[in-house]
């Protein structure tokens, strides 16, 4: 893959956008842990009705269980979010005597993504966020835009189950890029090329995708596209 060339074109067609991400490492992970498994919009409103309420982090550790419920209402699974938020809180005090990721900044890499993964709630795709938006580390979460957007271009193996994928990708992206590849192609995913319905002849990247070639040839009448697909 000429990742060079893809993030270039990405970049100029989507302009690489934050999707809302704190730059703040603290306020970054506390964000990531409220939009996961919920829609964009509905967890920037929680996090900054909770952001106003507790003010800094260490705010968290003064509400009880049921008044964090209550502040996350309408962002889904409050009462485990809740649990996992009043966790995390507390672990980072015990560790840094405060709630905060601060110490991480002069972290090594290894040693950042062992102890974010090591959070309660907290996946590997989460862990890669709080570094790439919060702390600038060269990495590359890969979401399921991400990955689907990938397995159509053939960059893995369209049959490898998520997390393989996630790891494979963690992998083999170059780091450099990995900022400008991961917002883009999450834009990509969420525009064009969407779970249901790749618009491939809207796609400004189909001609580093295995699966747009394949749509191409279809349309110009040299294989037939259920053909193509199962080729990809
Ligand atoms: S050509 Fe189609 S399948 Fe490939 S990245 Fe573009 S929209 Fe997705």
């Known amino acids: 893959m000429d990742w060079e060339g893809l993030s270039r074109a990405l970049a100029a067609r989507y302009g690489s956008p934050r999707h809302g991400n704190p730059t703040d490492p603290t306020d970054c992970l506390f964000y990531l842990m ?19 309420t507790v003010r800094g982090w260490d705010g968290l550790l003064g509400l009880t269980q049921v008044e964090l419920v209550r502040l996350l209402w309408g962002s889904g699974l409050e009462e485990i979010r809740a649990g996992h938020l009043l966790a995390v809180a507390g672990l980072l005090r015990d560790r840094f005597g405060a709630v905060t990721l601060e110490p991480l900044r002069q972290w090594p890499d290894d040693e950042c993504l062992a102890f974010l993964m090591s959070l309660p709630g907290m996946g590997m795709k989460t862990a890669l966020c709080v570094m790439l938006y919060g702390l600038d580390r060269p990495v590359f979460p890969a979401d399921a835009h991400c990955i689907r957007v990938l397995k159509r271009m053939g960059v893995i193996d369209a049959r490898l189950a998520h997390r393989p994928a ?67």
Request: include cysteine.
């Open 166 to 232: 996630q790891r494979e990708l963690a992998r083999i992206v170059p780091g450099h890029l990995g900022y400008v590849l991961h917002v883009n192609l999450v834009a990509h995913g969420q525009q064009i090329c969407t779970a249901r319905c790749p618009r491939c002849a809207e796609c400004v990247v189909a001609n580093y995708c295995l699966l747009g070639e394949a749509a191409q040839q279809a349309a110009e009448g040299q294989l037939p596209y259920g053909e193509s697909l199962r080729r990809t």
């Open 34 to 52: 409220l939009s996961r498994k919920t829609p964009i919009r509905t967890a920037a409103r929680v996090y900054k009705r909770l952001r106003a």
